[in-house]
């Protein structure tokens, strides 16, 4: 088992920054990726960003590229999600998940275990 810890959301205008931080623990060494998603509210869980345990591969979604930036710190067991220039529609609850395996890492199917989400949300 994998527990994952969310933190870090919160209120911002438009335009700021906000950076979250997802902490895992129990059999983290099984590990492949990790990944961040969101919901917002009547919508499906999109992929956010991913990134490899070993090597440190990245991966992002269109909508986010060059605003997010998705890192770990493997001896903390820890991925963080630096999220600037935020916009309205990034407003959504925020969760992060990992992986056993490879795979599409886009794909929600691809994860094993899920944290409890933080919410971001980004006036106008």
């Known amino acids: 088992q994998v527990q994952l810890v969310e933190s870090g959301g919160g209120l911002v205008q438009a335009g700021g920054s906000l950076s979250l931080s997802c902490a895992a623990s129990?059999?983290?060494?099984?590990?492949?990726?990790m990944g961040w998603f969101r919901q917002a509210p009547g919508k499906g869980r999109e992929f956010v960003a991913a990134?490899?345990?070993?090597?440190?591969?990245?991966y992002y979604a269109d909508s986010v590229k060059g605003r997010f930036t998705i890192s770990r710190d493997n001896a903390k067991k820890t991925v963080y999600l630096q999220m600037n220039s935020l916009k309205p529609e990034d407003t959504a609850v925020y969760y992060c998940a990992s992986t056993t395996k490879p795979g599409a890492v886009y794909t929600t199917g691809l994860y094993d275990y899920w944290g409890q989400g933080t919410q971001v949300t980004v006036s106008s």
């Open positions: 990134i490899m345990w070993t090597g440190g591969s990245t």
């Open positions: 129990g059999r983290t060494f099984s590990s492949f990726a």
